[in-house]
């Protein structure tokens, strides 16, 4: 080595310390976890999550599984969406998605070296009635038997999910999918038999994730689109608000009616989340008032049993068609609300006008995350979702049934993802939910979205919301840095 060479080197070595950057020999993120004797003592000042705190992680059946002609697996509104020509931004289906059907033993193994306690998945309705209704097919539930004695052979919790939008084709094709009354009947009647079936195992059931989500995006005129991607009318829309709460409360009770003692069943709802732009008295009453309203056709008439009059004064003419027993069925008791919080969908002041709430606009530069220009950052979001769902409506039990972010991952050379942008958003939302359990806020678990990168419904496979990079090729998961910050969350109980 010649000397100008040794002391170009030192320079640059040098440099690189200065710069902090022996930081890049983390070779391998899942390696990144401090030995137990270079682990800093836990803060006093921050005394963590509760105990038992459920740390978990979700994901739901069509953006993972694959697998979607197997052992009878009938078609969904998703299979036909996903192939229809222009639906799908980077033209991308989930026929394969994560090959999760044939590689659950591997994927369990992601959550036990996460260190997480309980799992959120989705079971399939046209795995378990390809038709929707009628005849089950034994070989779909079969799958999910394997997959829940995996979960707890893992000692991690299952938590299900019944409806995470994959509707059986069949039943768009018959009588319009959710515009029918005979689709919540049809869904009560596939609730009650998944119940009977497996609640020896699992013991917490959501019954429709994202009422509002699918109904909104997949009937009405939105510029985000999910299946069946109608554009319906605002009198036949609040037939279809109607009918998904609807389905809601049927198969509440149809769990009760087969589940085994014991079984504990709610919602997992994308609630309109209002944050009090400042936080003076005023605004924060402002902000539970707008709570009420904003979520009037779903978690409002799910926990009150009756539409607010601001939400059928707007409705008009075009209010739903529904009977007293319909509300009272819609909201049947629950054990617990899931909420899927990932942004602030409203800043609000107080107003001295009827409505008693006014919305803050948002300026244009208002921070996103990357790739999802709905995905606002506002971490005290998962403060002020669970903070007034528990002051409103008094709900004992909560629990976060989806939050995360999407980033466009990048590995490096070697194959890692160095995801700072996601760990940044993460450690700050849960700031602001460990500010909640702390004053007391009865949020009894937390389910991070996603496990591993998958099909992101319209936005395809190029949006990634997972801890694990997944290699659509080869199919293999490498944990992102995010990982290995969620694994030191759950040890230690609290923010790092
Ligand atoms: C949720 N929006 O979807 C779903 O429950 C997941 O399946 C999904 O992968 C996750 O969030 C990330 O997107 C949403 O436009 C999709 O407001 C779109 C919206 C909200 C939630």
Known sequence: MSPSHTRRHFA??????????SALLIENPAQARPTKSKRLPSS????????????????????????VKEDGRGQSIWDTYAHTPGKIKDNSNADRANDHYHRYKEDVQLMKALGVKSYRFSIAWPRVFPQGTGTPNPKGLDFYDRLLDELLANSIEPFATLYHWDLPQELQDRHGGWESRDTPKAFADYA?????RLTDRVKHIFTINECSAFVELGY?????????????SQRRLNQV???????????????????RAGTKVGPAENITTCVPAIETPENIRAAEIATRELNGGYLTVMLEGKYTDAFLAYAGADAPKYTAEDLKVISAPVD???????????????????HGFALVPFPPSYPLMNYSNWLKVGPEALYWAPRNLAKIWNVKEIYITENGASIADVPDAKGIVYDLDRIMYLRNYLTHLLRATSEGVPVRGYFLWSLMDNFEWSDGLANRFGLHWVD???????????????????ARNSVV
Not at 15 to 21: E, K, M, R, S, T
Not at 473 to 481: G, I, S
């Open 241 to 259: 608000r109607h009918h998904a709460v609807l389905g809601h409360g049927l198969a509440v009770q149809a769990i009760r009616a087969s589940g």
């Open 336 to 354: 617990f609300v899931g909420i899927n919080v990932y942004s602030p969908q409203h800043y609000v002041v107080s107003a001295d006008d009827t």
């Open 44 to 67: 006093k000042a921050s005394p963590g999550f509760p105990k038992g705190f459920l740390w978990g992680t979700a994901t739901s059946a069509y953006q993972i599984e694959g697998a």
């Open 220 to 232: 009405g005129n939105n510029s985000i689109e999910l299946a069946p991607g109608l554009k319906l």
């Open 12 to 21: 640059k070595l040098a440099a690189q310390a200065a710069l902090g950057i």
């Open 192 to 196: 009650g038999y998944v119940a009977q």
């Open 472 to 490: 659509y090729d080869t199919q293999r998961r490498t944990p992102k840095l995010s990982a290995s910050f969620y694994r030191e969350v759950i």
